[in-house]
């Protein structure tokens, strides 16, 4: 009897005590989460560890895949873990409208006119610009893909092609296809008609479809021949190109870009180092390094005038590469995804 | 004496206590917020009190009278909570698309207006003159809702509330989870295949040539699932080892569609799962007496009858809990169909996590995953059955 | 024309270890012979080889004169009852039992027919949709039993099928079996490592030691006139003695026990006066008091007396030299310490060859 009351209480003690030591590491390091990949490694090259050093402070870093679901989850749970996130554009939106990000103090960021318009936001500073576009093998294709008109041309151009999994990106590049002028996509993606007719011309090229999931893949099916073509992260195009010495070509016009930008949890308790993380993230000197590692542009206007010319001409805020580009709409995003997701679902298992 | 008795059953009780905390914060906590999750849907009405009241006489025709609208000003007016209002307008945006941007530029606009009793929504946003806004208010306001788990399997309350299915175009939840439980029964099957004869070869080596089949089951179990499908995508794809071996030797011109179909899914599948199989049904085998095989022997029973009528028989039980396990791991998987299977290979552990990482619908993520529970349950039930029935009393 | 059952210089090895050496054995139908010796004296090795579930090594086995050391056991025809019975855990009895007639394709009508009437034999009809968990130890073993007889094999094998019964019910299991192998003229070979049981079941017995036979006998034989030591004694008690032969005259050889003690013992051949020799005399041949004419008389001490119940063994010295008897409860008053006169018969005193 006696025994079974301290056995248990032995138990609930042990229990209790490594309860209370997994929950005081929360006085923890400032946690910074990105996309992980060699785009966080040139980040914890260039900013990271930079930071630390200066403040004499350790930086965690983490990664993550993106979702609001993600986010939300955390500012539920109570003091999230996360400080610093690296979100896209529909996450800033979501989390910025429903309170789940602190409000960016702007004087530190050297005042929101040093930045694109598009890249100022309440909750969040740009970080980079970044661009999903058409991508080919140059080594592969004798002639070069001009347009998503190519990509849908198949007895042109005979082979798989690969595209992300998903409505988002689909939708606008298989109106483009059909001949929608890349400034009106989203007006003709806001009618039920407009749907219609992309995810009608998205059945054309449907048998020839190879979906990818994660950045990594388009690179591997197209190093591997599997697709002749694919949509692709123009970052990760340009780095396999200089990491395995790959010929992959990016076709500008008719590509998507978006920004991503660094936003602070709500409730943080390392709220004003994350702060000065991202401003030290955004003094142009240090912005600057980062087209060296990876082909994104810079939404800090005094950085991206300071990148040299070659790299520049990678880089999706370069002036030419702009020309016939759309900036991805986050608004139609957040408003559609659940159902266009659901309707895309079905319209895979058709 | 009764006391005594007492004090003993709540020692006993006290000793189990940790157990019982355990179940429920590992078990039931979870089931139980998935299932409020699903049907709990008081997200809009507590931000929106007034409207809730208001709206409740609304026909549904047309738009809500000035009444309404007044509710609603008032209400966006009053809501502070930047957290729970956003989760009011998640759920009102998931009902009806759009709706977040049209609460995006409401907000603003009343919150700036000096008399609130003054802004017109019309004026605001004509978007607040389609019925379809109106009617995904006034469905929101009701504390419970069944329409997660409608949706869930491909339903809908249509205006006059009584439920229809969904289009083929808008909906394919149904589809995906026969999907997957048609993915989980091939590999289920494929392990079977492999798994049976390889645990009884494992069974009856001895010393280090068991230890290496062992070993190279198991095996696979160290390393990352991601790793290992990675590792089938360099072994199946177009050019990859298997294709390119094949061709070298002349048995194939063109390379055979390995991966990205749900071939491809269901060899990397049954690779990463083989273990499930393999270790219950060697377990079982070991526990066989041995003399039993002599015995059919002695009585005239050769090789293969002594197998179908002793050894199978008498390894089906670990057949049956490895088959379980296989099923039920399976099922959840979307890892590896979405690496390597094709657009009808996705699997429903995939929607379940669009919704609730991607869009933060953790009502609908619940409902989903109840689904897939009730379906579990349903079929381990059907193996109850049959597993007693088949099972050897005692052994 | 050979034996029934014949082994021809079978020997057995694994790797090194030579299990059974060059054994030379023959088995008439109908005999139930036991195969009787300590563990790993290679009698279940040898059952095993006859079964065939072991390869000789060398040499031939023949049934019926046929060899079939070569043949796998599934077409030997033998019923083999397991150690721990081998019901097959999955079947019921009636199935158990009709599984040897569905190998032997049996038709239907008839295997029903078959299984009815072994089980109504082993008096278990009641309890053929049992699963053999649910019976006892001593039911088990009779399906194991019928099973092994219902398809009317040319041997019954049986290893060492009593073993995991408690006394009583081994015992009268032991006079079950006798019974059916007398009823049904059955040859069966039983391994055992129990001498009572052996004793008490079989028409012959063979003695094994480390892979030989030791000797092989009518139990009467093996008990009254063991020939080597090793068989005197594993086989029930006995008084080793080891004594100086002073004469040999009429094969009865006079002994010197020691302790100025002197004995005549039935000599066989090949005594000669002088050698020293082991004799064994068993402590129930031995009589305490007055000695009939004829017999040897020995003038030892009591110096101990213990009580078995239904008799007594008592411990008897002289100097060095010491017997063993066992008697009925003491009609006397033997007490410790008392002089008594220990006497046998000469012929009881056996002469061990080795």
Known sequence: MRLAKKLTLVGYLTALVAGAAVTSAQARDLTIVSWGGNYQDAQKKIYFEPFAKKTGKPVLDESWDGGIGVIAAKIKAGVPNWDVVQVESEELALGCADGYYEKLDWSKLGGKDAYLPAAVSDCGVGAIVWTTALSYDANRLKEAPQSWADFWDTKKFPGKRGFRRGPKYALEFALMADGVPPVDVYKVLSTPEGIDRAFKKLDELKPNIVWWESGAQPLQLLASGEVVMTTAYNGRISGINKTEGKNFKVVWPGSLYAIDSWVIMKGSPNKDAAMDFIAFANVPENQVKLPEYIAYGLPNKAAAAAVPANLQKDLPTAPENLTGAVPLDADFWIDNIEELNKRFNAWLAK | MKAAILRERSGALLLVSPVLVFMAVFFLWPLWAMVTAAFVDDAVSKVLPRTAASIVSWDGQGIPSGAAHKALVQDLTAATDEQALGEAVRRLNSAASGFRTLLGRTIPAVKAASDPAQVDLLTVDPRWKDTRFWVALKEAMPPYTDRNILAAVDMKRDGSGSIVLEGADASAHRLIMLRTLLVAAMVTIACAAIGLPYAMLAASLTGWKRSVLLLAVVLPLWTSLLVRTAAWFILLQNEGLINRALQAIGLIDSPLPLIFNRLGVVIAMTHVLLPFMVLPIYSVILGIPRNLMSAAQSMGAGPVRAFWRVLLPLSLPGLLSGSLLVFMVAIGYYITPALLGGANDQMISSVIAFYATGTANWGLAGALGLILLVVTTVLYTIYGRFSTSSQVPGA | ?354
Not at chain 3, 217 to 241: K, M, Q, S
Request: aromatic letters at 6%; glycine letters at 8%; charged letters at 25%.
């Open chain 3, 1 to 354: 024309m050979r034996p029934f059952i014949q082994f021809e210089s079978v020997s057995k090895a694994f790797g090194s270890l030579t299990v059974v050496n060059s054994l030379d054995l023959a088995i008439e139908k109908g005999e139930f012979i036991s195969l009787l010796g300590p563990s790993g004296s290679g009698k279940t090795t040898i059952l095993m080889m006859l079964a065939g579930f072991e390869r000789p090594t060398q040499g031939a086995i023949y049934l019926d004169g046929k060899r079939i050391d070569h043949l796998p056991p599934y077409r030997r025809q033998m019923g083999v009852v397991f150690q721990n019975y081998a019901l097959f855990p999955h079947m019921s009895v009636a199935e158990n039992v009709a599984f040897p007639l569905e190998m032997q394709r049996v038709p239907r009508a008839e295997i029903t027919e078959r299984v009815e009437r072994a089980l109504d034999m082993v008096k278990l009809k009641q309890l053929k949709d049992r699963r053999p968990s649910q019976l006892s130890g001593g039911q088990q073993q009779r399906i194991a039993l019928t099973r092994a007889l219902v398809f009317e094999p040319s041997v019954i094998l049986m290893d060492e099928p009593l073993g995991a019964l408690d006394k009583q019910l081994r015992e009268h299991m032991q006079l079950e079996i006798r019974d059916l192998h007398k009823r049904l003229g059955l040859t069966i070979v039983f391994v055992t490592h129990d001498q009572a049981e052996a004793l008490t079941m079989s028409d012959r017995i063979a003695v094994f030691n480390a892979g030989r036979i030791e000797q092989i006998d009518d139990p009467e034989v093996i008990y009254d006139t063991p020939r080597t030591r090793f068989v005197a004694e594993f086989i029930g008690e006995t008084n080793l003695i080891e004594a100086k032969v002073a004469s040999v005259d009429n094969q009865v050889a006079r002994l010197s026990l020691g302790a100025g003690l002197s004995a005549r013992a039935h000599a066989g051949n090949g005594l000669s006066a002088g050698q020293t020799a082991s004799f064994s005399l068993r402590p129930e041949r031995i009589r305490l008091g007055a000695a009939p004419g004829g017999s040897n008389a020995l003038d030892m001490t009591i110096t101990d007396c213990i009580y078995h119940g239904d008799h007594m063994r008592v411990q008897l010295t002289r100097d060095e030299f010491s017997l063993v008897a066992r008697c009925e409860r003491l009609a006397g008053n033997w007490a410790v310490g008392a002089p008594v006169v220990a006497s046998f018969d000469p012929s009881d005193c056996t002469v061990l060859t080795q």
